[in-house]
């Protein structure tokens, strides 16, 4: 009989990696329906396209490969993949920049290397920082919530619109009349506004604040339900949000009127996301709790280096593909204790 030679994760429990694959989608339900309930069917649709490209990308290269199509189909991999960058794309990003991220993630990204298990990188976070580079304009032109394009008529635009809009068929000039800065984008980009300023005059801060919080709050019940269901450990969640509460709160304390205060930079972009479902990713981050520690600590520092002084606004993807390059690295220097042995083996020569 034939054996398939597979990569890590090997789990010896009674889940399988399909199983932790569809635990993390379900996971993520609550953030898809607060962004679909603030921001329109936008946020849905991508997801469904790049699940559907993810699927078709995954089938050409395994059957390319020669490998068993049923077998990698069913590990949800790709799916997992295509839903989180999905749910990182702009909501009325146009059909091509989900098909360019899509064949980035699964072809190079993921099976230029070997397939899962051996990617060094997360492979979303690597399409979506080479669509951040390469289309900038259609990357940062982010919907609107409900209540600032519609008041009080909470009246969104309608699913065919949206459609349209993303496959060509819509005129843009109704697009633009729906799309704004981000909260990091307009507290990036101020001018010479203090922080109080921007909060009393900024539409987005001002009055729209509240629809980030409560994306952000989505996806923290999605990761602590993960947490709970032990998917991944606090190690690296708590690591990235603490450093990041502490150093925005350092500069927050020396110049209010010149930095955003730590909860700000918590829940008013992608943190909770990058944090919960992104960074915890257990093929490319640490792997000992003491490594998945330090690796979320320097996500959480470069998130608020590349914030506070970088080109980009949200800066999860940067920070955790920096990270990822670190991960070897940080594991060997962080390995435990063997049972049997007086000290645990650190660096490339090892102790006794």
């Known amino acids: 009989m034939a054996l398939i030679r597979t990569s890590s994760p090997h789990l010896h429990k009674a889940s399988s990696t399909a199983d932790v694959m569809r635990l993390v989608a379900l996971a993520t339900l609550p953030g898809l329906a607060a962004m679909t309930f603030f921001f329109g069917w936008g ?58 991220g899509v064949f980035v993630a699964i072809v190079i990204a993921k099976h230029l290397y070997g397939g899962l298990g051996q990617n060094p990188f997360n492979p979303a976070m690597v399409a979506y920082a080479l669509l951040l580079v390469s289309f900038p304009v259609q990357m940062t032109s982010w919907a609107e919530p409900f209540v600032l394009t519609h008041g009080d008529s909470w009246q969104v635009l309608e699913f065919t619109q949206t459609l349209g809009a993303i496959f060509g068929s819509v005129d843009p000039a109704l697009i633009d009349m729906y799309t704004g800065a981000t909260p990091l984008d307009a507290m990036r980009h101020r001018g010479g506004l203090t922080t109080e300023e921007v909060w009393r005059t900024v539409p987005v801060l001002a009055e729209g604040i509240g629809a980030w919080h409560a994306v952000s709050a989505a996806y923290l019940m999605g990761g602590v339900f993960l947490i709970y269901r032990k998917v991944f450990t606090l190690h690296t969640p708590a690591a990235v949000l603490g450093s990041l509460a502490v150093i925005s709160s350092i500069f927050y304390m020396l110049d209010p009127y010149a930095f955003a205060d730590p909860f700000f930079h918590l829940t008013a972009g992608a943190t909770m996301l990058g944090a919960f479902f992104i960074a915890t990713d257990p093929v490319t981050s640490a792997t000992s709790n003491r490594g998945k520690i330090i690796f979320g600590i320097g996500i959480g520092i470069l998130i608020y280096v590349i914030r506070g002084w970088g080109g980009y606004p949200d800066a999860i993807a940067f920070a955790v593909l920096l990270m990822n390059l670190c991960a070897p690295f940080i594991d060997q220097y962080t390995q435990p204790r063997s049972y049997g042995h007086a000290k645990a083996k650190r660096g490339m020569k090892g102790g006794a």
């Open 43 to 100: 946020t849905i649709i991508n997801v469904m396209w790049a699940c559907l490209l993810a699927v078709g990308f995954e089938a050409c290269i395994v059957k390319i490969r020669k490998r068993p199509l049923g077998f990698y189909l069913k590990d949800y991999s790709a799916i997992v993949t295509a839903l989180l960058l999905g749910l990182a794309l702009p909501p009325f990003a146009p059909w091509w920049i989900t098909l360019v």
